[in-house]
Structures are given as C-alpha cells and as structure tokens.
C-alpha cells in the first residue's frame, strides 16, 4: 500500500485538512522563499542564511528556523519509495516559489507519484488559493489533482534554480513552456518582472494613505499574484516610513 503525504503550504490549511476525510502525513513548507537571499553553494550554508534572514525580517529565534522550518523540508527529502506526494500550492508567486522548491527536495530515486492539488474556488479571485475553502472545496481539490510528468517536475526544478540565481530571461523562456501542473505561469512571471511591490506600496503611500490597513488591502486587491501577506507588505511600509 503506497504511503501518502500532502506537502501544505503554511499551518492553517494543515489545520483545515485535519478536519476533512483526506488522507496521510502532513509536511509543511513554512517558508518565504519569495523575499530574501536564496543564492548559496551548499545546503548548510543556505539553511543559515535563510534562518538569520527570517529571524532578522520575522522577529523569530535562528533556532526555531531549523526546529519548525528545516525539519520540515528534511522529512520532504526522506519520503520513501513508492509513496504518493500531494502538493497543496496556491498559483500565487509567494506559493510557487516554495512549490518550485519542494519539487526540488523530493527524491529523484524513488517510484514516487507526484500531483499538485488546486484551490477550486476561483469564482472570484483567482489569487485567494485555499483561504476560503470548506471541506467540500478541499475534498474536490483533492479529488481533482494532476499527475506530474517528468517534463512538469523538470520545469518546476528549472523554475527554482532560474529564480534562485535571479536568471530573469530563463525564467522568461520557461514561462512558455505549457504544463497542466503551473498555471497562469507566463502571467506570473510577467509581472514578476515588471512590477516592483515596494514602488507599489511607496506610491500608495505617498499619495493615497498611511494607514497600513488600507495600503494592506489596496496591495492584495492590486497585486493578490504576488500572494504578499501582511509581514511581507509591512516590511515595505516600515522601510518607507523609516525614510520619512
């Protein structure tokens, strides 16, 4: 009997597959891999930089980085052979990357069945992902997932290292390649590399409000692709009023 793992994107949709009739391990990427260094030769070396970025931008301790963070990502490199892996990622920028990177760690080895699992709620906005599914929503995501080819898992890893090494035109090039596995993908990195957030956030700021609710909600109604949440807008914000 294949063994089954669904590799989450954050803690509060762990939460939410708790309460449904899905089955298997849960694995959380809690990373946000969307901001800050990424570039290192080693996998030590990137894990210490990725824990002093995170304790520096998020208020949190080097040791927790390797306590909830890496062990995380060790139990993704440890799945065994013939087991099926489900990646819940929403098709925002912020969930992409860290999908990207999961593709990366999983082994290569091993006869592992590898789908991505959609938000199916996307009547309205297609950047929300799974924050407002209910177990319904989540069951027929479930249901409704897309095996990886080799050729989706080969673009997601190439995906990874163009951004890991701030390769704009490779990124560019693989935006085109057509996968059943990344959605909006040419739109994603278009914008990526066309609109800069913190000039978004300064423009607001400067001739709209300073209230950081309103230039919240204003940069998730504008920019929801990038999928920012509040500690990555409010860098920005702090930055900027710093500079007052």
Known sequence: MRATFNIINGDYLAGRLNQTIISG????????????P????????????RAEF???????????????????????????????????????????????????LLPKDRNIKIYRVFPKNL?????????DSNDMNLQEAWKSKILFDQKD?????????AYQSNDRNT???????????????KELIRVYQNVNPETFVR?????????FNAVFEKFRNELGIFGYGDLQVKQFYDKILGEK
């Open 123 to 131: 009547l309205e906005n297609k950047w929300e992902g799974f924050s």
């Open 171 to 185: 990124l560019k090039q693989l935006s085109l390649h057509p996968s059943d596995c990344f959605r909006f993908l």
């Open 38 to 49: 990424l570039q290192a030769d080693h996998p030590d070396e990137f894990w210490k930089m």
């Open 25 to 36: 391990e849960i694995i959380i990427c809690r990373e946000a891999l969307v901001t800050g």
């Open 203 to 211: 423009d607001l700021m400067e001739s709209e409000t300073m209230n």
């Open 54 to 104: 995170i304790s520096e931008n998020y208020s949190d301790k080097k040791e927790n980085y390797y306590h909830k963070v890496v062990s995380e990502f060790e139990k993704m490199k440890n799945i065994p052979d013939h087991s099926e892996v489900n990646l819940w990622f929403e098709d925002d920028l912020f969930c992409q990357v860290n999908l990207w990177f999961c593709l990366t």
């Open 153 to 161: 898992i080969d673009l997601g890893c190439d995906l990874w290292k």
